[in-house]
């Protein structure tokens, strides 16, 4: 196979696996951003009781900025051929491994800690709701709406909060708590299904949330894992083709080098040629005269024929 042909198909290669690679390292930025700004998001609200969920996210944020900035250094560095960049790419793949390595056992050693504290998480949001924290209210609803739930362990841990606590015995349970609900002219039913509201419905969800809440906390992590596994899959594929375009680039460019040595080192013999045959036509000038020129020494010298 010849040489520019081989760099042509490792650069087509090495671009096809790179917007691979952009596609995943960018995925998993978007998870850090989403732990860290999520608004819908348990794992946000663990972000000042759980320094380690704010690492991770920090973590996967940051994974995200340098797979940007390593994916144009390696595209530049293939197109151009220049060794430098994809040497520096292959840097910036060696620090991405360690941090992803790093972050997936953080996350996976403090998988327990983490689901305990969403638990916590949880019973704060009953104790609190239809307080001041409007936006804590709206996820509890958004949990127990979607995931069909009702309390952590069930309804019964609502007697935590004041509001129900106070009604007990009537019924009354967040509108998020009942699968349908209605309203009649001057009812206490739950009007909608959007406000954080308290009131009265048909079909209360009995099961609690913490099942729920686990299985989306460990289909979560599996998914990232995944994702940072599969980074590391192409990043080691990147390894392999960023070597071998780096040999391939660096093999042509000696040979271009050679060849400029060589056109260069054939215009002295050239004049060198053009001196010695002055030289000659010298000798044959001193002939005739009854002189020779003496090569070594550089002296006319009697022609002994004579």
């Not at 910036?92 to 504290?117: A, P, W, Y």
């Not at 739930?149 to 106070?166: L, Q």
């Not at 099942?211 to 594929?237: C, H, P, R, Y």
Request: charged share 20%; aromatic share 12%.
């Amino acid at each position: 196979m010849k040489l520019d042909v081989k760099i042509q198909l490792l650069r087509f290669c090495f671009q096809v696996f790179n917007f691979i690679f952009l596609a995943l390292g960018l995925s998993v930025g978007a998870f850090g951003l989403w732990i860290l700004f999520g608004q819908q998001n348990l794992l946000t609200a663990l972000l000042n009781d759980e320094l380690e969920v704010g690492t991770v996210g920090v973590g996967f944020a940051l994974v995200g900025a340098v797979v940007s900035v390593g994916g144009v250094i390696g595209c530049v560095g293939a197109e151009r051929g220049n060794r430098l960049l994809l040497l520096t790419y292959v840097g910036f793949h060696i620090v991405l491994v360690l941090g992803q390595l790093f972050l997936t056992l953080l996350l996976l050693i403090n998988r327990d800690k983490i689901e305990s504290g969403l638990d916590t998480t949880v019973d704060k949001f009953i104790v609190n709701y239809g307080g001041d924290h409007h936006h804590d209210d709206r996820l509890m609803d958004s949990v127990q709406r979607f995931s069909e739930c009702c309390g952590r362990t069930g309804p019964s841990d609502w007697k935590t909060n004041s509001f129900v606590k106070n009604n007990t015995g009537s019924g009354i349970l967040p509108c998020s708590c009942f699968s349908w609900s209605r309203r009649s002219a001057d009812s206490p039913w739950c009007v909608n299904m959007t406000s954080p509201l308290y009131g009265y419905g048909n079909d209360t969800h009995t099961e609690g949330c913490k099942d729920k809440v686990a299985a989306w906390f460990e289909e979560n992590t599996l998914t990232v894992v995944g994702m940072v596994f599969g980074l590391i899959l192409i990043q080691v594929i990147q390894f392999a083709l960023a070597g071998q375009l780096y040999r391939a680039v660096g093999r042509k460019s000696d040979l271009k080098n050679a060849e400029n040595i060589l056109v260069e080192s054939e215009i002295p013999r050239e004049e060198e040629e053009m001196e010695y045959g002055e030289e000659n036509y010298s000798y044959m000038d001193h002939e005739e005269e009854g002189y020779y020129i003496d090569p070594a020494y550089q002296e006319y010298l009697p022609d002994e024929r004579y």
